[in-house]
């Protein structure tokens, strides 16, 4: 689980560790350097996607104009919980949480993501 730049790449949530396709393959932006995080979503209407914050242990919801899916993930990637936060909110940091994932609400459920399950990230390699 190295260091990410800003970017993009893809989301891969497998539900079944075994399982050789994926149950879900979603576009992701890398929010990395410290302004990239600060941003985040602020001022979007819309995600198309997710957005990974790495590090990140907690996030808030003030200034955004969409309610949002937080996922706090762990060392491992491994997804610790998942919460729907309305704009104008303080999402409490967890302790064990290294990374924040976020998405339009009710994405991540679609994509079978919850706690327990253990996510990959596929960096698109920038020249």
Known sequence: MGRWRDGRGHLIVRTDSGAATPAARVPLEIAASYRARTKGLLGRDCVEGALLLSPASGVHTFGMRIPI???????????????????????????????VLEAGAGAMAGWGLDVGVRIEIEAEVQV
């Open 69 to 99: 899916d937080v996922a706090y993930l762990d060392r491992h990637l491994t997804v610790i919980a998942v919460h729907t936060m309305p704009p104008g909110r303080l999402g409490l940091p967890r302790l064990r949480a290294r990374h």
